[in-house]
Every structure is written in structure tokens, then in C-alpha cells.
């Protein structure tokens, strides 16, 4: 993204660059098929489920002034409004953890001011929604977003890490309180004496780990070695969304022996229902709102502009970081602006305004990734297996599967040339197969095995449209009319799922590898080497990497403590943009220059594996393959700024002799290691050196400071 702080100039090269792409935007969606349902649902669950969740949550902390059906209507009005007018489509919004602290400090706040009280609390929130939007538009206008850049990993990983906890804090203290009795509920019920209220809480548990364990089970379902492909396929599409049926129906096996009230589900009004919607009608109050306090709004919107401004940009970075090889431009600009309008929206109908989402928006790109290698892989195979039939060399064959590949992309004169095609892949193919002496042979499966080749040929791509979007958003708002079936959901299943969130997003943050690494034995740390992994495992001396954790721990948690503060607790977004001065000034007092590099490094790069003692065919039965019939993100090292590295290993066949020194995969790409790596890992690393087969393993010097 280009830097430009000339006023409205940012907005006018989103607009002019997204108009190009408009058209495509929705005819590359339909095209697609039924198949944009499987990425469509998944991220629907996604969005709805901890949006439920936080309505229970604000339905307690204001005590009904604001309940599931307005953080649904709000995730669904903006959704539907940024899938059709907004830049990037791929940016997922509604209503966040953040918001609803901010909501709740908000109502503590008005409830404990006379001339406020629960009676005008929407009303005064009307104001800092007014006052939020005209804080976005400046942003906007004035190109703020030119600096998102600036956020490094420190503060995107710490950031992300933050919403990980408070969506774990948020599934422990559900859990806790299914063993309490609820507010404003009758102690005298049946369903609250304390050995069912223990009961409840058991079944709770039950239902909670069952969801967490078996989601997190069936996204890798295309990697089960039991079961027929297609139904291998669906359960890894689908296997969330069904775990979620699965434990609500299980929650009603004991109904006939226990009280009505266990397990305890959904509470909320239905949209119908009596003072249900007397938000909507808020504006007329918010001029009876005193004069100090219309002003003084200014104070929480000041924190919850910056809350959204970060929030918003670093959601919209994580879904379009360059590794997703997005060929589309971005929008951040533009995206601020319509945020702004949608804020103001949201004030003036009394419900929680949202906005950009972690980690929904990376999930949605990755699971249209998934949907763009499906629809690849499908063209390439039949592609490849029509050349064998037809005798086809190996050079002739990735000539066929090069120009089918090109085929299936969209050709858009502005967009730039995709760089991530089968070209290098296919000329160090055959560089490969003219060393062993067959490149005009004819090809069979013994020579390329179609349905494993092709996943290492396939780059990552992203099915770039509207229509998951906008499908998305929709289902949400009818969930707003299906909140009677939504009351059959067991509130435990939700905070299972909160946890299954929490979990899911923790793979791939650098913050939280280093965390483990800290954990790691010194022994088994050379461990860590014989897999992908980032540079500064190898460039940076243990201690430095200690201390760096520590220091971004430290902050973290000062950072999760201040949202415990009441009324405070809204300078938790200040601490974030709190990090870009520290890591540009101070950080460097501290630590070297190129420690930071690799520590912080604003692009992404990564070492590959050091082989040793590949086995040869038989060795453990048949040939290994770096790609099996996985989840295309579960062959992928991901982080958390949304970076993909391939773990692809050099090709392994029967002729093929275990390598004796480090080998470069033909897979990888140029910018997948850094090049002060290589002198490095041969002097320092504990596999690179020849060794025979079955040699004692070498103390690792993982932690010893490369540079003398």
C-alpha cells in the first residue's frame, strides 16, 4: 500500500482500483457454484456463534438494554451493506469482544449518573457513535491508514494473541458460571439447588469439551486415512457447523430425567416480542441526553475511533497479506471511511456498531483458499491424466497443465501478473527428471503421481468475490427470525466453541511459538530445526529470544489486565498503538539491530527443514509424500499476519539417494529462507553435517549465539 497523506486521496485510489475489480467480484462468486457454499458456511458459524455469544454476554451486563437480537441485526446490516459497497469483500465484520467491554464500561458508567440511567444509556451511546464516525471520517480523509504498516508483528501478534484470550476468558467464565445461578433468576427454581445447579455445570463440561475436541478433530478430516474421499471432504467443510448440531442433540438425551432448565440454553427475546425493539426508535431520545454528557461522549469515542482504526486495518491486512497472493488491490482507506458511516448507522438504531473481526477475516481467505485449490486441482488433474493417455513427455505435460492453469485465470489488464504459477515449479521439474535421464520419455503414474504431484505444483490462491460475503451476512440476519430455534443451543456449546476460536488461532503466531520454545528442553530444542521454521530460530541466540518473549508476554498481559479496569479499561486500544513508538525507539536500545530484523521482521521468511535419513521406498512401506490428502492450509506453515510457506520437501523417490548435506527443495521458493541463513546452518546447525545413517543425534547449539 502505497503512504499518501494528501486528503482524500487514499479514498480515491481504493475506489478507483476496486472499481475495476467490481464486476469480477460477483461473476467469479457465481461461477463458482455450490461449491462457495462450503467456505460461505464455514465462516457463518464463524461470525454467528461468538456473535450469539456476546449478545448473551451484553444482555447480562446491561441488564437487557441490549441482547443477542441487536449484535445479530448490526453483524448483519453492516455485513451485508460492506459486502455489496465495500473495498475488500474478503473483510469479515460484526460485532467484537472489544465492543462489547467497550459497551459494558459504557453502561456501568451511565447507569451510576443520575441524569443518565439505563433509561438514556442507548441514547448517550448514540452520541459516542456520532462522535466515532466523524473521528473515523477524519482518519479516513487524512490517510491514516497509510501508516498500518507500521504496526510490526509485535503489535499484530500481541494484538492477536489478546483477542485469543479474551475469547478463552470469555469460554472459562461461561463455564465457570453454568455451576452458579444466573442473575435475575429465582434461587428457589428446582434446576438451582446445588446439587443440580453441580449437575448442570458437569453436563456442561461435557458438552463444552466434547464440541472443542471434536471440532478441532474434523477440520483435519481430509487427512483421516478411514472413509471414502467425498465424505472425508464434507466433514472437513462441514464438520464444525455439524459438531454443533451434534452436541445440542446430545444435550437433550437425559430431558426426561432431569429439571427443565438443564442444561441452561439460549435467553434471549424474540425480535417480536414486547420492548424487544424499542432500541430501533432511539434517535428520538438522544436529544433529551444533557448537554455535558453529549460532549463528554467524546472521551470513550476517542478510544473506540483508535480501537476500530486498528482493529479494522490489521483484520483487513491479516485477510490480503501478499503470501495469500491476492491479485486484487486493497482498500483500507475507503474501508475506513464506509466503517465510519456504518458506525453512525448502528448509533442511530441503538445496537453495537461493528467492525473488522479476528480472527474471522484470515479464516474466511483461507478457507477461499481451500476453494480456489479445489477448483485448480480439479482442472489440473483431468488435464494431466488426458496427457498420459495421449503418451505425452514430462515437459509436454506440465506444458498442458501450465496452460490450463492460465486458462482458469481471469485475465484483468490492471491487475499485475500472478508470479506464483506452475513455471519454476515445472522447469525444476524437469531439471529433476532430465538428471535421471527420462525428460522425453513418456510419463506414467510410476513417474508423476497425479493426485499428490499436483497439491506440491498448486501455489496458494484465493478465490477473490462477494458472494461468501454478502451469503454470510444474510444467513446471519436470519438468524435474528430463527432466534426461537437458536434457544435450543445450549449456552455450553457456545463457550466450546469460544475456546475451539481461541485455539484455532493460536497455530502460526510466532509470539506463541516462541512461547512453546521457551518450554522447550534444551535437549529436544534441535527438534524445532528438523521442521519449517522461522529464521531467527537459527540467527538469533536463545537469550535474545527469551528476553524478546518475555518483554511481549509482559506487555500482553499488562495489556489483557487493563480490560479487568472498570471504566479504564477502555485504554486498553491506546496500549496498542502504544507499541509502534516503543518498538521504533525503544526497542532498539535494547536489543540488536539485526535481532529485530529477524525477530520483527516486517516480511516474513522462513528456513526450510534440514533433511537427514530420508528412508527409501519400503522403508516404511511406500514412497513418503511432504502432501497427503489434507486440509491445502494443513500443508502450509501459516503465521499469524497471514504469511504461507509450503512445507514442501525435495522430492523422494526410489532412485533417489538419502542426501548426505543440506539440500535445497526445487519447491521452494527464492524468498523462503534468508540468505544469511546458509552459511549459518552449516556451521551451526545440528543436522547439517554428513552424517551415516542412524548416527548418535548431535547436542543441539540451537540458543548459542551464531555470530562471534
Given at each position: 500500500m502505497e503512504e499518501t497523506f494528501v486528503p482524500f486521496q487514499g479514498i480515491k485510489n481504493d475506489l478507483e482500483g476496486r472499481l475495476k475489480c467490481y464486476k469480477q467480484d460477483w461473476t467469479g462468486g457465481f461461477r463458482a457454484g455450490f461449491r462457495i457454499l462450503a467456505p460461505t458456511t464455514y465462516i457463518f458459524f464463524a461470525s454467528a456463534i461468538p456473535v450469539i455469544s456476546f449478545g448473551e454476554q451484553l444482555e447480562r451486563n446491561t441488564e437487557g438494554a441490549l441482547t443477542a437480537v441487536q449484535t445479530l441485526a448490526s453483524t448483519a446490516i453492516c455485513g451485508i451493506i460492506h459486502s455489496i459497497i465495500g473495498g475488500q469483500p474478503l473483510l469479515i465484520l460484526g460485532v467484537a469482544e472489544p465492543t462489547v467491554l467497550m459497551y459494558t464500561f459504557m453502561y456501568n458508567f451511565a447507569k451510576q449518573r443520575p441524569e443518565l440511567g439505563h433509561n438514556l444509556f442507548l441514547a448517550w451511546t448514540g452520541w459516542v457513535c456520532v462522535w466515532t464516525a466523524a473521528l473515523l471520517f477524519m482518519l479516513a480523509i487524512l490517510g491514516a491508514c497509510s501508516i498500518i504498516n507500521r504496526f510490526t508483528r509485535v503489535a499484530g501478534e500481541l494484538f492477536g494473541l489478546l483477542i485469543a484470550m479474551l475469547f478463552m476468558q470469555q469460554a472459562i467464565r461461561g463455564l465457570v458460571d453454568e455451576f452458579s445461578v444466573p442473575e435475575r433468576s429465582d434461587a428457589k427454581l428446582i434446576e438451582f439447588l446445588p446439587s443440580w445447579r453441580f449437575a448442570n455445570g458437569m453436563f456442561a463440561l461435557v458438552l463444552s469439551f466434547g464440541l472443542l475436541l471434536t471440532g478441532l478433530k474434523s477440520r483435519k478430516a481430509r487427512s483421516w486415512r478411514y472413509g471414502?474421499?467425498?465424505?472425508?471432504?464434507?466433514?472437513?467443510?462441514?464438520?464444525?457447523?455439524?459438531?454443533?448440531?451434534?452436541?445440542?442433540?446430545?444435550?437433550?438425551?437425559?430431558?426426561?430425567?432431569?429439571?427443565?432448565?438443564?442444561?441452561?440454553?439460549?435467553?434471549?427475546?424474540?425480535?417480536?416480542?414486547?420492548?424487544?425493539?424499542?432500541?430501533?426508535?432511539?434517535?428520538?431520545?438522544?436529544?433529551?441526553?444533557?448537554?455535558?454528557?453529549?460532549?463528554?461522549?467524546?472521551?470513550?469515542?476517542?478510544?473506540?475511533?483508535?480501537?476500530?482504526?486498528?482493529?479494522?486495518?490489521?483484520?483487513?491486512?491479516?485477510?490480503?497479506?501478499?503470501?495469500?497472493?491476492?491479485?486484487?488491490?486493497?482498500?483500507?482507506?475507503?474501508?475506513?471511511?464506509?466503517?465510519?458511516?456504518?458506525?453512525?448507522?448502528?448509533?442511530?438504531?441503538?445496537?453495537?456498531?461493528?467492525?473488522?473481526?479476528?480472527?474471522?477475516?484470515?479464516?474466511h481467505t483461507k478457507s477461499l483458499a481451500t476453494l480456489k485449490h479445489q477448483l485448480l486441482r480439479n482442472r489440473l488433474v483431468e488435464t494431466a491424466r488426458e496427457s498420459m493417455k495421449n503418451n505425452s513427455s514430462l515437459g509436454q505435460l506440465y506444458g498442458s497443465m501450465q496452460e490450463a492453469y492460465h486458462q482458469m485465470q481471469t485475465p484483468l489488464v490492471h491487475q499485475q501478473p500472478s508470479d506464483c504459477g506452475l513455471k519454476e515449479l515445472k522447469e525444476s521439474t524437469i531439471q529433476l527428471a532430465s538428471s535421471m535421464g527420462n525428460i522425453d520419455a513418456p510419463v506414467d503414474e510410476t513417474v508423476f503421481d497425479v493426485e499428490k504431484e499436483i497439491d506440491d505444483l498448486l501455489p496458494v490462491e484465493v478465490k477473490e468475490q462477494r458472494v461468501s460475503n454478502l451469503l454470510?451476512?444474510?444467513?446471519?440476519?436470519?438468524?435474528?427470525?430463527?432466534?426461537?430455534?437458536l434457544k435450543l443451543i445450549p449456552t455450553s456449546v457456545l463457550w466450546g466453541y469460544f475456546a475451539f476460536m481461541a485455539i484455532e488461532s493460536l497455530p502460526g503466531n510466532q509470539f506463541w511459538e516462541r512461547i512453546l520454545l521457551l518450554f522447550t528442553a534444551p535437549s529436544r530444542r534441535f527438534k524445532v530445526l528438523e521442521d519449517y521454521h522461522a529464521t531467527f530460530v537459527e540467527t538469533v541466540p536463545f537469550k535474545t529470544i527469551a528476553t524478546f518473549t518475555l518483554f511481549q508476554t509482559t506487555y500482553l498481559l499488562i495489556c489483557f489486565g487493563i480490560t479487568w479496569i472498570p471504566i479504564a479499561g477502555l485504554l486498553f486500544p491506546l496500549m496498542i498503538m502504544l507499541l509502534v513508538p516503543v518498538r521504533q525507539y525503544i526497542l532498539p536500545k535494547f536489543f540488536k539491530g539485526v535481532h529485530l530484523q529477524d525477530l520483527d521482521a516486517a516480511e516474513y521468511e522462513e528456513a526450510p527443514a534440514i533433511p537427514f535419513n530420508y528412508p527409501q521406498e519400503g522403508e516404511f512401506g511406500a514412497r513418503t509424500s511432504a502432501v497427503d490428502a489434507g486440509e491445502v492450509l494443513d500443508e502450509v506453515i501459516t503465521r499469524s499476519r497471514g504469511e504461507i510457506r509450503r512445507t514442501c520437501s525435495s522430492r523422494v523417490t526410489s532412485t533417489t539417494v538419502t542426501p548426505s548435506r543440506d539440500v535445497r527443495s526445487p519447491r521452494l521458493s527464492l524468498n523462503a529462507y534468508s540468505p544469511r541463513v546458509n552459511e549459518l546452518r552449516v556451521l551451526h546447525s545440528p543436522r547439517s553435517a554428513a552424517r551415516e545413517p542412524f548416527s548418535p543425534i548431535v547436542p543441539s547449539s540451537l540458543g548459542k549465539s551464531p555470530r562471534k
Amino acid at each position: 500500500m502505497e503512504e499518501t497523506f494528501v486528503p482524500f486521496q487514499g479514498i480515491k485510489n481504493d475506489l478507483e482500483g476496486r472499481l475495476k475489480c467490481y464486476k469480477q467480484d460477483w461473476t467469479g462468486g457465481f461461477r463458482a457454484g455450490f461449491r462457495i457454499l462450503a467456505p460461505t458456511t464455514y465462516i457463518f458459524f464463524a461470525s454467528a456463534i461468538p456473535v450469539i455469544s456476546f449478545g448473551e454476554q451484553l444482555e447480562r451486563n446491561t441488564e437487557g438494554a441490549l441482547t443477542a437480537v441487536q449484535t445479530l441485526a448490526s453483524t448483519a446490516i453492516c455485513g451485508i451493506i460492506h459486502s455489496i459497497i465495500g473495498g475488500q469483500p474478503l473483510l469479515i465484520l460484526g460485532v467484537a469482544e472489544p465492543t462489547v467491554l467497550m459497551y459494558t464500561f459504557m453502561y456501568n458508567f451511565a447507569k451510576q449518573r443520575p441524569e443518565l440511567g439505563h433509561n438514556l444509556f442507548l441514547a448517550w451511546t448514540g452520541w459516542v457513535c456520532v462522535w466515532t464516525a466523524a473521528l473515523l471520517f477524519m482518519l479516513a480523509i487524512l490517510g491514516a491508514c497509510s501508516i498500518i504498516n507500521r504496526f510490526t508483528r509485535v503489535a499484530g501478534e500481541l494484538f492477536g494473541l489478546l483477542i485469543a484470550m479474551l475469547f478463552m476468558q470469555q469460554a472459562i467464565r461461561g463455564l465457570v458460571d453454568e455451576f452458579s445461578v444466573p442473575e435475575r433468576s429465582d434461587a428457589k427454581l428446582i434446576e438451582f439447588l446445588p446439587s443440580w445447579r453441580f449437575a448442570n455445570g458437569m453436563f456442561a463440561l461435557v458438552l463444552s469439551f466434547g464440541l472443542l475436541l471434536t471440532g478441532l478433530k474434523s477440520r483435519k478430516a481430509r487427512s483421516w486415512r478411514y472413509g471414502s474421499g467425498w465424505i472425508r471432504s464434507l466433514i472437513a467443510d462441514y464438520g464444525v457447523p455439524l459438531m454443533v448440531l451434534v452436541w445440542t442433540a446430545v444435550s437433550y438425551a437425559p430431558a426426561a430425567s432431569v429439571p427443565k432448565g438443564i442444561p441452561r440454553r439460549l435467553f434471549s427475546p424474540n425480535p417480536w416480542s414486547p420492548g424487544a425493539y424499542d432500541n430501533w426508535t432511539v434517535i428520538k431520545d438522544m436529544l433529551n441526553v444533557p448537554i455535558l454528557f453529549i460532549f463528554g461522549a467524546f472521551v470513550p469515542a476517542t478510544m473506540i475511533a483508535v480501537l476500530y482504526y486498528f482493529d479494522h486495518s490489521v483484520a483487513s491486512q491479516l485477510a490480503q497479506q501478499k503470501e495469500f497472493n491476492l491479485r486484487k488491490p486493497a482498500s483500507f482507506h475507503y474501508d475506513l471511511l464506509l466503517l465510519g458511516f456504518l458506525t453512525l448507522l448502528c448509533g442511530l438504531l441503538g445496537i453495537p456498531p461493528s467492525n473488522g473481526v479476528i480472527p474471522q477475516s484470515p479464516m474466511h481467505t483461507k478457507s477461499l483458499a481451500t476453494l480456489k485449490h479445489q477448483l485448480l486441482r480439479n482442472r489440473l488433474v483431468e488435464t494431466a491424466r488426458e496427457s498420459m493417455k495421449n503418451n505425452s513427455s514430462l515437459g509436454q505435460l506440465y506444458g498442458s497443465m501450465q496452460e490450463a492453469y492460465h486458462q482458469m485465470q481471469t485475465p484483468l489488464v490492471h491487475q499485475q501478473p500472478s508470479d506464483c504459477g506452475l513455471k519454476e515449479l515445472k522447469e525444476s521439474t524437469i531439471q529433476l527428471a532430465s538428471s535421471m535421464g527420462n525428460i522425453d520419455a513418456p510419463v506414467d503414474e510410476t513417474v508423476f503421481d497425479v493426485e499428490k504431484e499436483i497439491d506440491d505444483l498448486l501455489p496458494v490462491e484465493v478465490k477473490e468475490q462477494r458472494v461468501s460475503n454478502l451469503l454470510q451476512s444474510c444467513m446471519v440476519g436470519g438468524c435474528v427470525a430463527a432466534m426461537p430455534g437458536l434457544k435450543l443451543i445450549p449456552t455450553s456449546v457456545l463457550w466450546g466453541y469460544f475456546a475451539f476460536m481461541a485455539i484455532e488461532s493460536l497455530p502460526g503466531n510466532q509470539f506463541w511459538e516462541r512461547i512453546l520454545l521457551l518450554f522447550t528442553a534444551p535437549s529436544r530444542r534441535f527438534k524445532v530445526l528438523e521442521d519449517y521454521h522461522a529464521t531467527f530460530v537459527e540467527t538469533v541466540p536463545f537469550k535474545t529470544i527469551a528476553t524478546f518473549t518475555l518483554f511481549q508476554t509482559t506487555y500482553l498481559l499488562i495489556c489483557f489486565g487493563i480490560t479487568w479496569i472498570p471504566i479504564a479499561g477502555l485504554l486498553f486500544p491506546l496500549m496498542i498503538m502504544l507499541l509502534v513508538p516503543v518498538r521504533q525507539y525503544i526497542l532498539p536500545k535494547f536489543f540488536k539491530g539485526v535481532h529485530l530484523q529477524d525477530l520483527d521482521a516486517a516480511e516474513y521468511e522462513e528456513a526450510p527443514a534440514i533433511p537427514f535419513n530420508y528412508p527409501q521406498e519400503g522403508e516404511f512401506g511406500a514412497r513418503t509424500s511432504a502432501v497427503d490428502a489434507g486440509e491445502v492450509l494443513d500443508e502450509v506453515i501459516t503465521r499469524s499476519r497471514g504469511e504461507i510457506r509450503r512445507t514442501c520437501s525435495s522430492r523422494v523417490t526410489s532412485t533417489t539417494v538419502t542426501p548426505s548435506r543440506d539440500v535445497r527443495s526445487p519447491r521452494l521458493s527464492l524468498n523462503a529462507y534468508s540468505p544469511r541463513v546458509n552459511e549459518l546452518r552449516v556451521l551451526h546447525s545440528p543436522r547439517s553435517a554428513a552424517r551415516e545413517p542412524f548416527s548418535p543425534i548431535v547436542p543441539s547449539s540451537l540458543g548459542k549465539s551464531p555470530r562471534k
